[in-house]
């Protein structure tokens, strides 16, 4: 040994600066004269480091580790021969940190970099991490005497200069570098730096000035470096803390369950986990709580423990939205909209899964035992609460957006997401609409099949339209096809909903019904290349407020198809010719066409209902055609045109069971429906009932006409002729006032402005409701409506009364006849005897003569006149009874048709309630 300054100084032979340099020349098969600068800084620095070894101080299990790693890579060989080096080794009782000297081998041979050749491959040892070898804060110096250091050969200079340049170069080790070895602390002031390590003229004795004791002079190099890199300072236990393994992390537990607390980094590595729903070693849910909660036996302080259950909520969220997922992925009946909603979160989810690989590498990263990482850039739990701050936000929106769509399906599920959308967070409203537009595709997939193909792909009746394919074609338009109200989404207002259905409804009515498969012309031709890529992507049926692009395509759409159905309608089937012909014959408008029918008819229908037979009409029905200008109707019209009894009751006769009918098929059918069938049978019997009305006052008016010159022999009639005469003027005058207001105020009002709306329709189902208004008009003008139900029956009862009046005159005329016959007889007997030369008649004679004109006049007259006179009676009071209902009915037509009736005021000076103002009190409307 040398002395320098009466202190000892370590051997050349034993330097560890010189150790160092030997080794780092023979791994690299370099000369001693070539510069290994680098090479041999790096190998300080990783000697200096303070790695936490990921195994423990057993030299067993890292020579298991190596010789696993060389059966992997298929070298038998060099595993037998490691272990018998492995057997010497364990021999050597002298070396006291086996384990560290064989770790030390085993990560200097550990390289994951392709070489390019045996000497590239030898050094990238040394090239490996450097870069993140780097740090910000530089290395202090350390004091050292001047005096007491020489140089005494060109390897000390080298491996002076290098120390120089080692202390002032950055590093990035979790540790300090060389000062957390040392212990040195920037506090201490000294006049000049050097390195750690003893230089010639040290003394052991000044090495542990810096914490770092040398063995004894006998020490092997090996026993040296082990110490080196074993040295366990505070600093090195809270590295091991922080840079845990997967296999130091079970033992952590273990030992955190016998009192010791938990790392920061085991929390945050559970962590990782929980956000992704999957329960922690430490860190596991609790089903009692509904959340993650730490295991109540580890030891974790206060604070970490509330941050760390804070951040458990989002693997929670996580949980509740996955669970959501994988329930309703597995359920068909979901629909193909349920199944883009889980689509949508499932994205939502892939981008978050991206998130936790990341995090994963960061964990990866840190525990990699050749890998230095600053703390700055470690993973902590205030870290990882900022980091996740954004992802729990978005995650817990997704977890209420799942709690709203429970149980919704369709567009009932759109609907939802809709409403979600309307946030004031910009963040949260981007979110909605990017999950409302891949929701809403297959909602525009069905909307282009329906509106252009008229096809209805809703297998789980997920789509606002509905079909039942029960419904034969003849009902298609009326039942086929119906509205789901629920179904309809938000952002499809009610009157789009009608017109995409009437869409849909026109094309198949078309194929089916109409059996026309022409393609309709003009549909796309306007539409614009940009709109339909906009539609496509669903952008117009969600963006309608800022652009109305959707209502314009839908618009185009509606009015081609419309167009092309009222063509077809109008040009194929003729449908305005049989909505004319419903008019002429079941409403009574080809009038010369109905008083022949009713000529024709008299004698027939006067019968009992149960005598008729429906050939014979059908031949009248004929008759009645060739005769009038019917017979130039279309043939089609006049095929369709038909006789019809009704129900027959006791006591009818054919006027009460006859009726028209007008068969209807095809096409026209939609139109002219079964109820509205009956309707206009409906129609048609009052209409004839109350032209039979006005056919049997014109009989009345002949008969007295007729009759009148010939009773005037008998003066006594003249008075009962005279009451006859007034009772059958306010009867005409009743039931013709009756005949305008149906036939002009009803009928022809309600016709002009069924044509109007029929001329103006823009698709068929304005055609069917302009003609149901039509219908419902007349049957409530026409009395024939519940409200006007006791109208209906008093205005029955008048008509009763007309026919009553009808058979009592025909009485008092044949018995007046028959009284005229007899006189003249009586007076033709009398001439004749004359003639003869004879007297006229016996006393007896006269005597008989004189009694039956007594009889006559005390009898039948009397009779007639008293029956007349009831009758009138009951008439008036009948009328009068109508025309209080008729002020009291809130229809203004029927109150004007009070004042027409009784235009001479006779029944209001009768009737006080027809004098009052408060007559029309009933009437006034609230407006």
């Not at 900022?386 to 567009?411: N, S």
């Not at 952002?491 to 059996?515: E, T, W, Y």
């Not at 006049?857 to 009831?870: C, D, F, G």
């Not at 006779?906 to 407006?927: D, G, I």
Request: charged share 25%; aromatic share 8%.
């Amino acid at each position: 040994m040398a002395t320098s300054g009466g202190a000892e100084t370590v051997s050349d032979k034993d330097n560890p600066q010189k150790l160092l340099l030997q080794l780092v020349r023979h791994l690299l098969h370099k000369a001693p004269d070539e510069d290994v600068t680098v090479q041999y800084q790096y190998a300080l620095r990783l000697i200096s480091s303070n790695f936490t070894p990921t195994v423990e101080g057993d030299d067993f299990q890292v020579a298991q580790r190596i010789r696993k790693k060389l059966a992997n890579q298929s070298r038998v060989e060099d595993a037998a021969k490691f272990s018998e080096l492995y057997t010497k080794l364990k021999s050597k009782a002298e070396l006291k940190n086996k384990w560290a000297i064989l770790y030390v081998l085993m990560t200097l041979a550990e390289d994951k970099r392709p070489g390019r050749d045996k000497s590239m491959e030898k050094m990238r040892v040394f090239w490996q991490g450097l870069p993140r070898m780097a740090t910000s804060t530089p290395y202090p110096s350390r004091p050292t005497s001047h005096e007491n250091t020489t140089a005494s050969s060109d390897e000390s200079r080298t491996v002076h200069q290098t120390m120089q340049q080692t202390y002032h170069t950055q590093s990035s080790g979790i540790g300090s570098g060389l000062s957390s070895i040392s212990g040195y602390s920037q506090s201490e002031h000294h006049p000049s730096a050097t390195g750690y390590l003893t230089f010639p003229g040290r003394t052991p004795g000044a090495a542990t000035h810096y914490g770092v004791t040398f063995a004894d002079d006998n020490q092997t190099t090996g026993t040296r470096l082990a110490r080196m890199l074993t040295t366990a300072d505070s600093q090195q236990s809270q590295a091991r803390s922080r840079y845990i393994t997967p296999a130091a992390n079970s033992r952590a537990l273990h030992d955190s369950e016998e009192g010791s607390e938990v790392s920061e980094s085991q929390l945050v590595r559970d962590l990782v986990y929980v956000f992704q729903g999957i329960d922690g070693h430490i860190v596991k849910f609790n089903h009692t709580e509904d959340a993650f909660r730490i295991d109540p036996q580890v030891v974790v302080s206060k604070p970490m423990r509330d941050l760390t259950h804070k951040l458990g909520e989002l693997g929670w969220l996580f949980k509740k939205v996955r669970r959501y997922i994988d329930n309703r992925s597995q359920d068909k009946a979901f629909g193909v909209i349920g199944q883009s909603f889980c689509a949508a979160l499932q994205q939502e989810l892939t981008e978050y899964y991206r998130l936790l690989a990341v995090l994963q590498a960061q964990q990866e990263h840190e525990t990699d035992q050749a890998v230095i990482v600053e703390p700055s850039e470690t993973l902590s739990l205030i870290r990882l609460k900022v980091w996740m701050y954004e992802p729990t936000q978005r995650m817990k929106y997704l977890a209420i957006l799942v709690d709203g769509c429970k149980d919704k399906k369709g567009g009932a599920l759109c609907s939802s997401v809709e409403s979600y959308t309307m946030h004031g967070d910009p963040a949260v409203k981007s979110l909605m609409k990017h999950i409302l537009k891949v929701v809403a595709l297959p909602v525009r997939s069905m909307l282009d099949k329906w509106i252009y193909e008229g096809q209805l792909e809703d297998k789980y009746h997920e789509f606002f339209v509905a079909s039942d394919p029960t419904v034969k074609e003849e009902k298609l338009w009326h039942e086929k096809y119906s509205l789901r109200k629920s179904m309809i989404p938000s952002f499809i207002k009610m009157d789009q909903a009608n017109k995409i259905l009437s869409i849909g409804k026109s094309i198949n009515f078309l194929h089916h019904v109409c059996k026309n498969n022409e393609p309709i012309k003009g549909r796309s031709e306007d539409k614009e290349e940009e709109v339909t890529d906009r539609y496509r992507d669903t952008e117009m049926l969600l963006d309608q407020d800022l652009d109305g692009s959707f209502q314009q395509v839908i618009d185009a759409v509606y009015q081609d198809t419309s167009k092309r159905l009222l063509h077809v309608l109008h040009q194929n089937f003729s449908f305005l010719e049989h909505l004319k012909a419903m008019r002429r014959y079941l409403l009574l408008g080809q009038g010369d066409f109905i008083q022949h029918l009713l000529d024709l008819l008299e004698s027939e229908l006067a019968k009992p209902a149960n005598s008729l037979y429906l050939h014979n009409l059908t031949g009248v029905l004929e008759t009645a055609i060739r005769a009038t200008n019917a017979q130039f109707d279309d043939a089609d019209i006049l095929h369709r045109l038909d006789v019809r009894l009704l129900q027959i009751s006791p006591g009818d006769t054919g006027w009460d069971v006859f009726s028209l009918d007008y068969h209807v098929d095809g096409p026209i059918s939609t139109v002219f429906t079964p109820q509205c069938k009956l309707l206009y049978l409906r129609v048609f019997n009052f209409l004839w009932r109350a032209k039979r009305m006005d056919y049997v006052l014109n009989q009345v008016w002949r008969g007295q006409m007729a009759n009148a010159k010939a009773l005037k022999p008998i003066p006594e009639l003249s008075p009962v002729l005279h009451q006859c005469h007034i009772l059958a003027a306010q009867m005409i005058h009743f039931v013709q006032q009756m005949q305008y207001y149906i036939n002009f105020e009803v009928m022809e009002c309600s016709w002009d402005e069924l044509c109007k709306k029929v001329t103006a329709a823009e698709d068929l189902d304005h055609i069917i409701a302009a003609h149901e208004v039509f219908l419902d008009t007349i049957i409530r003008r026409a009395l024939l409506d519940q409200q006007s139900r006791p109208l209906l029956t008093q205005l029955r009862a008048i008509f009763d009364l007309i026919i009553q009046f009808q058979g009592t005159q025909e009485t008092f005329f044949k018995s007046s006849l028959d009284e005229l016959t007899l006189r003249a007889s009586y007076e033709k007997q009398i001439a004749a005897k004359s003639e003869q030369g004879e007297w006229g008649l016996s006393q007896q004679e006269e005597e008989d003569e004189r009694r039956r004109k007594v009889k006559f006049m005390r009898e039948v007259i009397p009779t007639n006149r008293a029956q007349l006179k009831v009758l009138a009676k009951s008439y008036q009071d009948m009328v009068q009874k109508f025309l209080v209902s008729l002020t009291e009915h809130a229809d203004d037509n029927l109150r004007l048709l009070a004042v027409r009736l009784d235009f001479n005021e006779v029944y209001k000076a009768k009737e006080p309630k027809l004098r009052s103002p408060m007559a029309f009190k009933k009437t006034k409307k609230v407006f």
